[in-house]
């Protein structure tokens, strides 16, 4: 499967602070030896977000994309909000597992508004921004993946 990883953070975009989560990511993708196609770090820009996924799905022909970071609720937390702009279908029990999953971490799990939808034949899945938090869910959203993308390729 090709998967495309993309870091939303105004911090990390500028070179504030180093990129854990979105290294983690691509690091667990490539040990279940899956290819990454695209590793990217923007910032919380809403209009860079929806361009972003949609360069990934349509242009890069990504299976899979992976969006960490942006789904909390400050004011510049909008990767949910893209997301949604973007996708042709919502996929709700996958976003209800995401949060069953985290929540057996902890209670602040509630906080997260992650997103999962269909843009065309591409899965796009919003993981959270903590480095923490991907190594707690992202083995439960790599599990259900092959799946998802048979079904959506039929």
């Known amino acids: 499967m090709k ?3 993309i870091t939303i953070s105004d ?19 490539r040990a279940r030896g899956w290819t990454i196609l695209e590793y990217s770090i923007i910032p919380d820009d809403y ?9 990934m799905c349509d242009d890069l022909k990504a299976d899979v994309v992976l969006t960490t970071g942006g789904t909390g609720l400050t004011k510049r937390d909008v990767t949910p909000e893209a997301t949604l702009s973007v996708v042709d279908k919502r996929v709700y029990g996958f976003e209800i597992a995401m949060m069953m999953t985290s929540l057996k971490y902890t209670p602040k799990a509630v906080l997260s508004r992650a997103v999962v ?8 899945v919003n993981l959270p ?4 938090a991907v190594e707690e869910i992202l083995p439960f959203v790599l599990d259900v993946i092959p799946h998802a993308v048979e079904n959506i390729k039929e």
Do not use: C, Q, W
């Not at 921004?129 to 923490?132: E, M, N, Q, T, V």
């Open 11 to 29: 911090r990390a975009s500028h070179n504030i602070y180093d990129d854990e989560s979105g290294k983690r990511i691509t690091e667990m993708v």
């Open 117 to 124: 939808g269909v843009r065309g034949k591409s899965l796009v």
């Open 3 to 5: 998967f495309a990883v």
């Open 47 to 55: 209009d860079k977000i929806r361009e972003e996924i949609t360069r």
């Open 129 to 132: 921004g903590s480095p923490r």
